[in-house]
C-alpha cells in the first residue's frame, strides 16, 4: 500500500503537467513520401528537423514531458513527434530526476538505418543532456523507458 501511494503522489504532479491547448498542424511540417511512418506519429504536434535534429518547421513543439520511473520498466507517452528529413537525422534527447530521492535509467526511442525502433541506453542517475540517438527519415514520435532500482522518482525529459 505504501507504494501505490507513492506512485499516487509522484504521478498525480506529473499527469497535469502536459499542454492544455491543442495547436493547429505547420503546413511546413509536411510528411515527405520518402519517410517512414511510425504508428506514434501525430501530425498535429509534429516538426521537421535537419540531419542534427534541428527544427526546420515555423514552430517547435517540444518541450519537456513528465514520467514516473518505478522499479519496473515502463514506457512514456508520446512527446512530440519528429519529421527526420534524412536516413542520417539524429535527435537529441535530455533528461533529468525531479522528484523523488533514487537514482533513475533512461533508454531512448530511436530507429536503424531498416526504419526499426530501437530504444539507446541515455545514462543513470540524476540526469542527462544531450543524448544523440540515431533518427533517420522516420515520422514518430519520441519516447523514453526507464525504471528505478527501488522506489519511484518523477523524471522531465525531452
Keep these: ?32 513520401d520518402n519517410v517512414v511512418v511510425d504508428p506514434t506519429f501525430d501530425p498535429a504536434n509534429a516538426t521537421r528537423v535537419d540531419e542534427d535534429g534541428n527544427s526546420i518547421s515555423r514552430k517547435n513543439p517540444c518541450h519537456d514531458r513528465a514520467f514516473a520511473a518505478i522499479p519496473k520498466m ?38 536503424n538505418a531498416r526504419a526499426q525502433t530501437t530504444w539507446t541506453a541515455s545514462g543513470c542517475g540524476t540526469g542527462r543532456r544531450g543524448v544523440v540517438i540515431n533518427w533517420g527519415n522516420v515520422a514518430a514520435s519520441k519516447q523514453i523507458r526507464g525504471m528505478t532500482a527501488s522506489g519511484v522518482a518523477g523524471v522531465q525529459w525531452g
Design 1 to 32: 500500500m505504501l507504494v501505490v501511494a507513492a506512485v499516487a503522489a509522484v504521478v498525480s504532479p506529473l499527469l497535469a503537467a502536459g499542454p492544455a491547448v491543442a495547436a493547429e498542424p505547420d503546413p511546413s511540417s509536411a510528411v515527405p
Design 74 to 111: 515502463l514506457t512514456s507517452v508520446s512527446g512530440c513527434s519528429i519529421i527526420g528529413s534524412s536516413t542520417k537525422t539524429k535527435v537529441t534527447y535530455s533528461w533529468y530526476r525531479d522528484r523523488g530521492r533514487v537514482g533513475v535509467c533512461v533508454w531512448s526511442k530511436g530507429f
